[in-house]
């Protein structure tokens, strides 16, 4: 028996791996992606994209206005009355395959490009993000020809002209969720990515010009929040649809009531990650560590609400610190970069006010020893513990690596904690009780609910909020459903 | 036996706890040990250790003192053209070749290992296996790899188990007790948490995964929830265990997995021949191969490293 460490302790560290960048072509300047051509926008501006990780610039993009937008949204009524809408549906579906083989092909590309732009480790841009929106594309084109099937007893006409507006946390995925399945059901697109990680969809363009699909039947105008609400408020748009705040999605709302626009929503979370005494736990810990630090907690339906058993709850919490010791944080680009950056200025700034909010209240905060890179935007791994319902940190999204932990006793007690939030969006349950799952995804009242597992995606599955976090679903046959008539 | 009785009432009460293991977020977390990218100096730096945990084994029904001995002198002299290299951790071989290999061996710091208590099958009354034990340990063993009654243990009869490995780690003495769980017959990794915990606290110095005679033998997976159990005792007890896997370990980039995997879950603490061995008769040579690679920049055949 030995309690004391013998022999001397060598530590192995991992080198530097870091992804090779010499294999992409970034262009100094991007316009805009409207009729099939790249053109300038009507005002001059562009803007800057910046590597989050170090702060360099990446490349200029062009600021896109109204008239932008209204030439975008004619070109593609054009290709949507004259091409796509009448074209045979197993020939739009040749399209959609086209394009997703074109990702696959350039897959390595678009994974550095992504962890450029928006600071992600490349082991997820590589791993989930492109892999994910690559399988979208062919999840839809598959759907493309069998639309009647979808849809049994009903007929099946297309929407028109889509706008969709999509955040920065997913980039490339999020733009893959939106396109393929208005693709598939014979819509065209006019879609604005966020200002901060516009490449890869600007890539995606590139894709989309390469696969030959006709002209105007995807429009990219990058831009801000005002070239967003130009497409919202175009009047010749069919159906908008969000992922994003839920803040700018109450105003997008607004925007539409009393117009004849199709919307769907994909707003913020708080959602709850229910860790029973009977779980396995440590693959529990896991899926905490996964369910709130997956892309820095940049994630919509991350798991910040932790919810622990209070008879486990000192042993997960230990185990919890302990872990969090064994994550990587830095260059996002390295290979074994279990953290990346931070997506932007503001949203560092957001997240320490509310790490700031939540010491004031009184909540334990426990954060691992890292060294933060001295340039770039990073935020190590944060635990709040002592934490209670009527706490702001444990009330509001912080869309940052931020985990508010509280404790229950008994099943029901969880329930009506998990369900009072004004958000709705995914939940998890971690036990080894296959009733019990069945009891609590049914009564938890989240769009998607995880058990003994988090942050799973899939094509085929359906995703998407109750409440404040939006309607609509994406992913699926629901996904389809919001971009066609049924009649 | 008093003192064994007050083991298992320890151990019964920690029993009681032995976590769930769900298969399926065992599998990702060890997919994620797998992503690690080991390079340059890091590399080199986890081969040589990797080849200083071995435990070079020779396990058949056909081995005489001819093959222990070549084997012997493999153990010490991994391949002289590069000097510097480490030797393994020690020989691992019946109990009837522990005298030849011990004489072999000695003076280089490599141990012998041998197996014992009816290896492999266990299927021996309890007093062949202590006689079996006691033989190799006075034949010179250093360490000794027994096995745990599979039967007994499918059959809910933890107790029996719990007592033979405190037996047999009585009989042991300064030898130092691998309970090799045979975690292929074991099925299910409940039930390989399960055993883990049953090992450490009947007095294991080292668990260990599989005797090499079924398959599957050392997966990640089950090395992964053995580890975990290692640590949960560390944590709640600052005992040091040590962790085998044996059997189906063969290439560097598995090897350097393993070695991933124990530091991120145990520490570097663990990363020396003390507390991790690697089970295997043809890793070295694999790993002597990358190291030569590492060393001269381009692959040799395989026919310039000796197979004994």
Redesign the interface.
């Known amino acids: 028996?030995?309690?004391k460490?013998?022999?001397p302790?060598?530590?192995?560290?991992?080198?530097?791996?870091l992804e090779g960048t010499s294999h992409i072509q970034l262009k100094k300047q991007y316009d805009l992606f409207i009729d099939g051509k790249w053109v300038k926008p009507s005002s001059g501006k562009y803007f800057q994209t910046i590597n989050p990780a170090n702060e360099e610039v990446l490349s200029e993009v062009a600021y896109g206005n109204e008239k932008d937008v209204d030439l975008a949204v004619k070109a593609a009524r054009k290709a949507y009355k004259e091409v796509w809408s009448v074209m045979p549906a197993s020939e739009r579906a040749k399209y959609i395959y086209r394009i997703a083989r074109i990702m696959q092909e350039r897959a390595r590309e678009l994974a550095v490009i992504e962890t450029l732009d928006a600071g992600k480790t490349i082991?997820e841009s590589r791993?989930i993000d492109v892999p994910l929106a690559c399988n979208h594309f062919f999840y839809y084109a598959g759907w493309a020809d069998k639309l009647e099937y979808a849809f049994p007893n009903r007929k099946v006409e297309s929407i028109g002209v889509a706008g969709q507006i999509i955040p920065w946390n997913f980039p490339l995925l999020m733009a893959a969720w939106k396109i393929a399945p208005a693709l598939a059901a014979g819509n065209t697109v006019v879609l604005k990515p966020a200002e901060t990680t516009p490449l890869t969809a600007l890539k995606l363009a590139e894709i989309i010009e390469a696969s030959g699909l006709p002209a105007g039947v995807v429009n990219i105008v990058t831009g801000f929040g005002d070239t967003g609400a130009a497409i919202v408020n175009h009047a010749d748009v069919d159906k908008i649809a969000f992922t994003g705040s839920t803040n700018v999605g109450k105003i997008i709302q607004k925007a539409v009531a009393g117009t004849s626009k199709k919307l769907t929503l994909e707003l913020g979370g708080k959602s709850a990650n229910i860790i029973f005494d009977?779980?396995?736990?440590?693959?529990?810990v896991?899926?905490i560590i996964n369910g709130i630090f997956f892309n820095q907690g940049h994630v919509c339906c991350a798991g910040s609400r932790l919810f622990v058993q209070e008879n486990v709850a000192d042993k997960v919490i230990?185990k919890l610190k302990?872990r969090l010791n064994?994550l990587y944080l830095g260059n996002p680009l390295d290979?074994?970069t279990d953290i990346g950056a931070i997506n932007s200025k503001e949203q560092l700034e957001t997240i320490n006010k509310y790490i700031k909010i939540g010491k004031q209240e009184g909540a334990e905060m426990y954060q691992p020893t890292c060294s933060i890179p001295k340039k770039g935007f990073y935020c190590p791994p944060t635990l709040f513990t002592n934490v209670a319902q009527s706490n702001v940190i444990a009330q509001e999204e912080i869309f940052g690596p931020v985990l508010t932990i509280q404790t229950f006793r008994t099943v029901d007690e969880v329930i009506q904690k998990a369900n009072n939030t004004p958000f709705g969006l995914a939940a998890g349950v971690w036990t080894?009780k296959g009733s019990r799952i069945f009891n609590l995804t049914t009564k938890l009242r989240a769009g998607v609910i995880w058990a003994?597992?988090y942050n799973k995606f899939d094509p085929t599955s359906p995703f998407g909020g109750y409440k404040e976090s939006g309607f609509g679903r994406e992913g699926g046959l629901h996904g389809l459903s919001s971009y066609v008539k049924l009649v | 036996m008093k003192k064994n009785q007050d083991k298992k009432n320890r151990f019964q009460a920690e029993y009681l706890n032995s976590p769930a293991v769900d298969k399926v977020g065992v599998e990702e977390r060890v997919a994620r040990f797998q992503t690690r990218s080991i390079k340059d100096a890091s590399k080199l730096q986890g081969l040589k250790m990797a080849l200083n945990m071995i435990d070079l084994t020779t396990l058949e029904g056909k081995d005489t003192p001819g093959k222990v001995k070549q084997m012997c002198y493999k153990a010490q002299h991994l391949h002289d053209l590069l000097p510097g290299l480490p030797t393994v951790a020690a020989v691992c071989v019946y109990p009837s070749m522990v005298k030849i290999a011990k004489k072999e061996v000695a003076g280089s710091g490599v141990n012998v290992a041998s197996v014992s208590t009816a290896f492999p099958s266990g299927q021996a009354p309890l007093d062949v296996k202590i006689t079996d034990t006691k033989f190799a340990v006075d034949e010179g063993a250093d360490e000794i790899d027994m096995v745990i009654s599979r039967g007994k243990f499918l059959a809910g009869e933890y107790n029996y188990v719990f007592d033979e490995i405190a037996t047999i780690k009585e009989a042991c003495g300064k030898a130092r007790l691998k309970v090799i769980l045979e975690t292929g017959e074991l099925a299910t990794l409940d039930n390989v948490r399960k055993a883990s915990d049953l090992a450490i606290y009947a007095g294991a110095d080292f668990i260990k995964t599989s005797t090499g005679k079924i398959q599957p033998a050392a997966t990640m997976q089950v090395t992964y929830t053995m580890l975990m159990a290692i640590k949960d005792y560390y944590d709640k007890t600052g005992i040091m265990i040590g962790m085998k896997p044996a059997g189906g370990i063969s290439t560097s980039k598995l090897a350097l997995h393993n070695l991933v995997m124990v530091k991120e879950v145990l520490g570097s603490a663990w990363l020396t021949n003390e507390w991790f061995r690697f089970g295997a008769s043809s890793l070295a040579n694999d790993v002597l191969m990358q190291i030569m690679k590492a060393e001269t920049g381009v692959y040799q055949s395989s026919d310039y490293f000796s197979i004994d």
């Open positions: 028996m030995a309690t460490k013998n022999t302790v060598v530590e192995w560290d991992y080198s530097p791996s082991r791993d009977d779980a396995p736990i440590d693959q529990a896991e899926g230990a302990d064994s290979k074994n080894d003994n597992t």
